[in-house]
């Protein structure tokens, strides 16, 4: 719907993290929460349009050239312009070392190989993200092996993929990118060659907190129709949320939503913060919203009953838009182990 992300755009929000002195709102990761929680609250495939430039944008901020700076903030800030972080590829989700997107170096340029998939904003972003594996030895480790590029979607060679039939977040525009013999110029590198990996994994600390803001909107929404239909609805000669069992699992839902919202503010002050345990405390965020949104929204079709599993009541919609939230950025599963390594590490650290 490109008259609400224009509407967005003019307000401001496609570009929230941009400096000041380009025209952005330098809002930090609390700023960003509360706004992933609103928009998500209202549609999270128009959200995942709006909020999924914050990531490539990102990586510029903490790593770009001032040339690059120059090119992309001011390119965002004069037209509607969107973007796309190209790091997942069909073989390569959670195992982000599997990348096999390759960049090889000729001279003053990169040539660009590979496919990317499931990509935000694929087939209608202005310029990408990507991650491309620049060491040719598969035995190198993935601190050194990667390398980041911010690539025109005009390059020769970039074939957009059509939009993918998604169970949920359909609003949003998500397609494969494949990339052949695209050139790119060295200067397009953001940060250091071989420091692409180093940077995807920080931005995914930064960013995690977000998604486990998308998780409370979502969840809070499913209480709030929650409620509204339990009021409404009677059964027995009396609202269904007079009925203990009904009335227990909003209390439920209440309890879940308020846990992960305090998880996401509490990991989102840590990265605002520079705090060395963001990365332990976002995936605990993430994870905890993740999981609860996808309960909230499995219990508000049950209180709905049949209606809720119609196109006709919003719960259905909902949960498909749940779902994905188990998935990307880290699946609730990798989340788990990184909370618990995280953990291990600091009792190794503090001797115990």
């Known amino acids: 719907p490109t008259d609400i992300l224009r509407e967005a755009w003019e307000l401001g929000l496609t570009n929230t993290v941009l400096p000041k002195h380009y025209g952005g709102m330098e809002l930090g990761a609390v700023d960003l929460?509360?706004?992933a929680e609103e928009l998500y609250y209202a549609c999270a495939g128009i959200g995942a349009s709006?909020?999924?430039?914050?990531?490539?944008?990102?990586?510029?901020?903490?790593?770009?050239?001032?040339e690059l700076k120059?090119?992309?903030f001011n390119r965002m800030t004069r037209e509607l312009v969107l973007s796309a972080y190209c790091v997942t590829?069909?073989?390569a989700g959670s195992d982000v070392n599997a990348i096999k997107?390759?960049?090889?170096?000729?001279?003053?340029?990169?040539?660009?190989n590979g496919e990317k998939q499931w990509i935000t904003n694929g087939g209608v972003a202005n310029w990408y993200f990507v991650l491309a594996r620049t060491d040719p030895d598969p035995k190198q480790r993935a601190g050194k092996a990667f390398t980041g590029f911010i690539v025109d979607a005009d390059t020769k060679g970039i074939i957009k993929g059509s939009k993918e039939s998604m169970m949920g977040q359909r609003a949003s525009n998500t397609a494969s990118v494949t990339f052949e013999d695209c050139r790119v110029p060295v200067g397009n590198v953001v940060g250091v060659i071989g420091g692409g990996f180093k940077l995807a994994m920080r931005i995914f600390d930064m960013t995690r907190p977000g998604v486990g803001a998308v998780g409370v909107g979502i969840a809070q929404r499913c209480v709030d129709e929650s409620i509204k239909y339990a009021v409404e609805r009677k059964t027995m000669g009396q609202p269904i949320i007079a009925h203990q069992a009904v009335s227990n699992m909003i209390a439920d839902m209440l309890i879940g939503v308020e846990s992960a919202r305090l998880a996401v503010y509490k990991a989102a002050w840590l990265v605002d913060s520079g705090s060395p345990k963001a990365g332990y405390m976002a995936s605990i965020a993430k994870c905890l919203a993740a999981d609860n949104a996808n309960k909230c929204a499995s219990d508000a079709v049950q209180i709905y009953g049949g209606a809720g599993y119609c196109q006709d009541y919003p719960v259905e919609k909902l949960m498909r838009d749940a779902k994905i939230l188990q998935i990307y950025e880290g699946t609730s599963q990798i989340q788990r182990q990184i909370?618990?390594?995280?953990?291990l590490d600091q009792l190794a650290t503090e001797g115990l």
Not at 102 to 107: N, S
């Open 70 to 72: 120059h090119e992309y």
């Open 101 to 112: 997107t390759r960049a090889e170096r000729l001279g003053d340029e990169f040539i660009l």
């Open 33 to 35: 929460c509360i706004i």
């Open 89 to 91: 590829e069909p073989h």
């Open 339 to 343: 909370i618990i390594k995280s953990k």
């Open 50 to 66: 709006l909020t999924i430039n914050n990531i490539p944008l990102l990586t510029i901020v903490l790593a770009g050239s001032d």
